[in-house]
T-cell receptor, first 117, second 114 residues
Framework: AQTVTQSQPEMSVQEAETVTLSCTYD???????LFWYKQPPSRQMILVIR??????QNATENRFSVNFQKAAKSFSLKISDSQLGDAAMYFC??????????????FGKGTKLSVIP | ETGVTQSPTHLIKTRGQQVTLRCSSQ?????VSWYQQALGQGPQFIFQ???????GRGNFPPRFSGLQFPNYSSELNVNALELDDSALYLC?????????????FGPGTRLTVT
């Protein structure tokens, strides 16, 4: 079974600084997708960034980028120029690329990010 | 484009009762997934519906059941409620297409079982 581990229950960052959230996963699949979701106090889960395992290039979305290390099964999220609105729970998630369960997201336990003004 | 909506926002039930939660998919989406998020935890997959049939199920007992309707809206039913069923229940809709893998989440229903 696939597992996703987020080893940092809480993190904090000064406004305008950079922070990196860690995620490791375990799978025997070669084709899969990885995601970072943001869940603010409003509870709505919002997709921040996604990475296809077959792509070597790290995904980037504006201030958000990932460091995808397939061999190490590591998928960290870097937030640059942190803003107050970035404060939220961040969840790392995994989905197989095909076959049974290919639409099932497996989430980590989350990292609570605080942004200090 | 209408996003994913869920009702009710929150509710309180007593142990042993039954509850029905509702979800309306985002316009154009034909697949609905349900997740349970216990306090301080990440969401856990309950099941997914496609073409009005269960398409996959996580490690949840049969007292968790669902329906999908022709308009792709969905219901989650939980029978014989237990205290541990207290959680945020999230619905997510998507297209049944391996190339379109993004799931769009609703705001959730907070269920409290006393």
């Amino acid at each position: 079974a696939q597992t996703v581990t987020q080893s940092q229950p809480e993190m904090s960052v000064q406004e305008a600084e950079t922070v990196t959230l860690s995620c490791t996963y375990d799978t025997s699949e070669s084709d899969y997708y990885l995601f970072w979701y943001k869940q603010p106090p409003s509870r709505q889960m919002i997709l921040v960034i996604r990475q296809e395992a077959y792509k070597q290039q790290n995904a980037t979305e504006n201030r958000f980028s990932v460091n995808f290390q397939k061999a190490a099964k590591s998928f960290s999220l870097k937030i640059s120029d942190s803003q107050l609105g970035d404060a939220a729970m961040y969840f790392c998630a995994y989905r197989p690329g095909s076959g049974a369960g290919s639409y099932q997201l497996t989430f980590g336990k989350g990292t609570k990010l605080s942004v200090i003004p | 484009e209408t996003g994913v909506t869920q009702s009710p926002t929150h509710l309180i039930k007593t142990r042993g009762q039954q509850v029905t939660l509702r979800c309306s998919s985002q316009s154009g989406h034909n697949t609905v997934s349900w997740y349970q998020q216990a306090l301080g935890q990440g969401p856990q997959f309950i099941f997914q519906y496609y073409r009005e049939e269960e398409n996959g199920r996580g490690n949840f007992p049969p007292r968790f059941s669902g329906l999908q309707f022709p308009n792709y809206s969905s219901e989650l039913n939980v029978n014989a409620l237990e205290l541990d069923d207290s959680a945020l229940y999230l619905c997510a809709s998507s297209l049944y297409d391996p190339e379109s893998y993004e799931q769009y989440f609703g705001p959730g229903t907070r269920l409290t079982v006393t």
